[in-house]
């Protein structure tokens, strides 16, 4: 497809290089000319510099041939004028980022009256990321299918587990326990396992079941997965505000640290239920003094990378709760997931996760739509949730005579309301939502799962 995408911020440089690598044609746009000869050079795209917002730029970029126009400049009403102007300009489908909570109650307004294909909203869906993360707290991340009712969660295989030496395909036998292993993460390697595959310590395993199946598999290795009662968090910006309505509406107390005056009267307006805290939360004696060592759980959310990282690395010396940090800037993500800082949230990823996972669906055949699509350690593996249509050519075949690629596994079909594990014997049928996971990636359908 043809995809011109306005603004060529972190968020936009990461989107260039992903739709480039799904072998899409790369128009970029941006007034910085620097940037978008970076851009271009970098990922074989176009380049226009200019305002996204005039007619003539996206002339320029091609809107008349443009399938799909994306803006993620800095300015939200930049954002709609480009999207309007493109509407216009190319009668393309065109996705915005809008950020401003203020917009935030209107999205379903604005997106119906300016015929936008999507909003996206970074700091809030980073926000309900994080919430599901503390309602789970074992969890590393979590991910949701079917509209909530199947979860991919990674957890880390602590010392002493009982998982550690243990064979996949004893799980089922040895614990009881309905879930499938579909991922592990070994260092640096991602390992699509089969039965034999034995699970070590220190190992990252992803599983895929039902909320109250998975519940009982942490209970069953004896991790604690009850949600977290308080939390304190670092940073009164737009995520800080966002999580914590989520929270306070959970029954989750709520500690916010912030060191602008201003925004701590305005958060204790929006908030009145918080306990909003004025002073730095670099400040050692504060956070001794608020109580981070007897915290559940533990967030820094500032907007400085650094900082986020030295305030997990102090409270995780400091408490046993969930820790969380979020980190914007993605160059040196490997460092970064290399030190114990919890659950880590990229803003940025997020962002790109469910822009990616619309392009694709715009690619549907007439076998299955991709309803659902996240990356597994960044780029290395892929879940994808499928609607199974009616021109299916794997309707009605049982599972174990489906000639599937290598290093891929089928993890649940969910059907009239019922969350299957798949078997050997089990047929995929019209209107089923399955999940596959795999290290092939770029999967458009169901039936690019088969070797052939």
Request: one cysteine or more; charged letters at 25%.
């Given at each position: 497809?043809n995809i011109?995408i306005v603004?060529?911020?972190?968020?936009g440089?990461?989107?260039?290089?992903?739709?480039?690598?799904?072998?899409?044609?790369i128009?970029?746009?941006?007034?910085n000319?620097q940037?978008v000869?970076?851009?271009?050079?970098s990922?074989?795209?176009?380049g226009?510099?200019g305002?996204?917002?005039?007619y003539?730029?996206?002339?320029?970029?091609?809107?008349?041939?443009?399938?799909?126009?994306?803006?993620?400049?800095?300015?939200?009403?930049l954002?709609?004028l480009?999207?309007?102007?493109?509407?216009?300009?190319g009668n393309?489908?065109?996705?915005?980022?809008v950020?401003?909570?203020?917009?935030?109650?209107?999205v379903?307004?604005?997106?119906?009256e300016?015929?936008?294909s999507?909003?996206?909203?970074?700091e809030y869906?980073?926000?309900?990321?994080?919430?599901?993360l503390?309602?789970f707290?074992?969890a590393?991340d979590?991910n949701?299918?079917n509209?909530?009712?199947v979860e991919?969660?990674?957890?880390k295989?602590?010392e002493s587990?009982?998982l550690?030496?243990?064979?996949?395909?004893e799980?089922?036998?040895?614990?009881?326990?309905?879930?499938l292993?579909?991922?592990i993460?070994?260092?640096?390697e991602?390992?699509?396992p089969?039965?034999e595959?034995?699970?070590?310590?220190?190992?990252?395993?992803s599983?895929?079941?039902?909320?109250k199946?998975?519940?009982?598999?942490f209970?069953k290795?004896?991790?604690?997965?009850?949600?977290?009662?308080?939390t304190?968090?670092?940073?009164?910006?737009?995520?800080?505000?966002?999580?914590?309505?989520?929270?306070?509406k959970?029954?989750?107390?709520?500690?916010?640290?912030?060191?602008?005056r201003k925004?701590?009267e305005?958060?204790?307006?929006?908030?009145?239920k918080?306990?909003?805290?004025?002073?730095?939360?670099?400040d050692?004696?504060?956070?001794?003094e608020e109580?981070?060592?007897?915290t559940e759980?533990?967030?820094s959310?500032?907007g400085?990378?650094?900082?986020?990282?030295?305030?997990s690395?102090?409270?995780?010396?400091?408490?046993?709760?969930?820790?969380?940090?979020k980190v914007?800037?993605?160059?040196?993500?490997e460092?970064?997931?290399?030190?114990?800082?919890g659950?880590?949230?990229?803003?940025k990823?997020?962002?790109?996760?469910?822009?990616?996972q619309y392009v694709?669906?715009?690619?549907?055949?007439?076998?299955s739509?991709?309803?659902?699509?996240y990356?597994?350690?960044?780029?290395?593996?892929?879940?994808?949730?499928?609607?199974?249509?009616?021109?299916?050519?794997?309707?009605?075949?049982?599972?174990?005579?489906?000639d599937?690629?290598p290093?891929?596994?089928?993890?649940?079909?969910y059907?009239?309301?019922?969350?299957?594990t798949?078997?050997?014997?089990?047929?995929?049928q019209?209107?089923?939502?399955?999940?596959v996971?795999?290290?092939?990636?770029r999967l458009?359908?169901?039936?690019?799962?088969?070797?052939?």
């Amino acid at each position: 497809m043809n995809i011109i995408i306005v603004g060529c911020g972190k968020v936009g440089c990461t989107l260039a290089e992903q739709l480039s690598q799904e072998g899409h044609d790369i128009s970029v746009i941006d007034i910085n000319e620097q940037l978008v000869e970076d851009i271009s050079c970098s990922f074989d795209a176009m380049g226009v510099a200019g305002n996204g917002a005039s007619y003539s730029t996206q002339m320029e970029a091609g809107i008349e041939k443009a399938h799909l126009l994306i803006a993620v400049t800095g300015s939200d009403e930049l954002n709609l004028l480009c999207c309007l102007i493109a509407r216009k300009a190319g009668n393309c489908k065109t996705i915005a980022r809008v950020r401003n909570p203020i917009y935030n109650e209107e999205v379903g307004f604005i997106k119906g009256e300016l015929g936008l294909s999507m909003i996206i909203n970074p700091e809030y869906e980073t926000a309900c990321e994080i919430s599901r993360l503390l309602r789970f707290p074992s969890a590393i991340d979590i991910n949701l299918f079917n509209k909530g009712r199947v979860e991919l969660l990674n957890f880390k295989v602590e010392e002493s587990s009982v998982l550690h030496d243990m064979k996949i395909k004893e799980i089922h036998s040895k614990l009881k326990c309905d879930i499938l292993v579909c991922v592990i993460e070994r260092g640096e390697e991602v390992i699509i396992p089969n039965g034999e595959f034995i699970i070590k310590e220190h190992d990252i395993v992803s599983v895929i079941a039902s909320h109250k199946k998975a519940t009982e598999f942490f209970v069953k290795i004896g991790v604690v997965n009850n949600p977290v009662k308080d939390t304190m968090l670092i940073g009164g910006g737009d995520i800080s505000y966002y999580l914590s309505q989520q929270l306070l509406k959970n029954g989750i107390n709520v500690k916010i640290v912030e060191e602008n005056r201003k925004r701590c009267e305005e958060l204790t307006e929006l908030l009145p239920k918080a306990m909003i805290i004025h002073g730095d939360g670099t400040d050692k004696e504060l956070l001794m003094e608020e109580g981070i060592t007897e915290t559940e759980s533990f967030a820094s959310l500032t907007g400085i990378d650094e900082e986020n990282v030295l305030l997990s690395l102090y409270a995780r010396s400091k408490t046993r709760g969930k820790i969380i940090t979020k980190v914007n800037r993605i160059k040196f993500d490997e460092v970064i997931d290399s030190l114990n800082l919890g659950s880590i949230v990229y803003p940025k990823y997020i962002t790109s996760q469910y822009i990616l996972q619309y392009v694709r669906a715009m690619n549907n055949s007439i076998g299955s739509n991709v309803e659902t699509l996240y990356k597994i350690k960044k780029d290395k593996a892929e879940a994808l949730e499928f609607c199974v249509n009616e021109g299916s050519k794997l309707i009605g075949v049982s599972l174990e005579k489906l000639d599937l690629k290598p290093n891929l596994i089928i993890c649940s079909i969910y059907r009239n309301g019922e969350i299957i594990t798949p078997k050997g014997q089990d047929c995929i049928q019209k209107g089923d939502h399955v999940v596959v996971v795999t290290t092939n990636m770029r999967l458009h359908d169901l039936s690019d799962i088969l070797r052939s």
